[in-house]
């Protein structure tokens, strides 16, 4: 099973430019999550999807859109790329519980560079 | 806003030693869970203790959790130069959303 895949790994883009992050998963799972990482940060919440169907703002969903295009696949959209979003974006995925007890399976992550 | 907050922020030690670090946060929570994160590469899950567990054990992971001291410990025990990495943990308190700290890097020297 290859678990979570994100496209893609690296991508350098200029302010203003537009480019969307894919990620499926084959583990079956409900729950899809989009995170950004960077130094001294931490992972910060963008957006989630709880169950196909249903997408929710996580702690910093501005300049960002996502579409639950399936239950496989949960894309991260820039519509009008900034540098302060350049940063390392993670999937992730995870069974859906009443609350949040499910383990997040993660991808490997898109290094995304806004010069 | 980050829920954990991990102490140290770095860890430096001699293989075969034990490593511990520890994990503070703010609100109530329902569990936490532990992560590992290698170089370049996305987190990978170690351990969850729920709010009503106090110790749990997974190889040579011993993980502890006090509610009271909003607190919660992870040990790892006989370190290799594999446990090298970043370790992260996430409270989580409900709608299926984990809210992660900013992690501690360990170095395990030969």
């Known amino acids: 099973n290859a678990g979570v895949t994100q496209t893609p790994k690296f991508q350098v883009l200029k302010t203003g430019q537009s480019m969307t992050l894919q990620c499926a998963q084959d583990?079956?799972?409900?729950?899809m999550y989009w995170y950004r990482q960077d130094p001294g940060m931490g992972l910060r919440l963008i957006y989630y999807?709880?169950?196909?169907?249903?997408?929710d703002k996580g702690e910093v969903p501005n300049g960002y859109n996502v579409s639950r295009l399936n239950k496989r696949e949960f894309s991260l959209r820039l519509e009008s790329a900034a540098p302060s979003q350049t940063s390392v974006y993670f999937c992730?995925?995870?069974?859906?519980?009443?609350?949040?007890?499910?383990?997040?399976?993660f991808g490997d992550g898109t290094r995304l560079s806004i010069l | 806003s980050q829920q954990g907050e991990e102490d140290p922020q770095a860890l430096s030690i001699q293989e075969g030693e034990n490593a511990t670090m520890n994990c503070s946060y703010k609100?109530?929570?329902?569990?936490l869970q532990w992560y590992r994160q290698n170089s370049g590469r996305g987190l990978v899950h170690l351990i969850l203790?729920?709010?009503?567990?106090r110790e749990k054990h997974s190889g040579r992971l011993r993980v502890t959790l006090d509610t009271s001291k909003k607190s919660s410990s992870l040990l790892i025990t006989a370190s290799r130069a594999a446990d090298t990495a970043s370790y992260f943990c996430?409270?989580?308190?409900?709608?299926?959303?984990?809210?992660f700290g900013q992690g501690t890097r360990l170095t395990i020297n030969p």
């Open positions: 992730a995925s995870s069974r859906q519980g009443s609350n949040s007890n499910q383990p997040q399976h």
């Open positions: 583990m079956n799972h409900n729950s």
């Open positions: 999807s709880a169950s196909e169907g249903t997408t």
């Open positions: 609100t109530s929570i329902n569990n």
């Open positions: 203790i729920r709010s009503n567990e």
């Open positions: 996430a409270t989580g308190g409900g709608a299926q959303k984990l809210v």
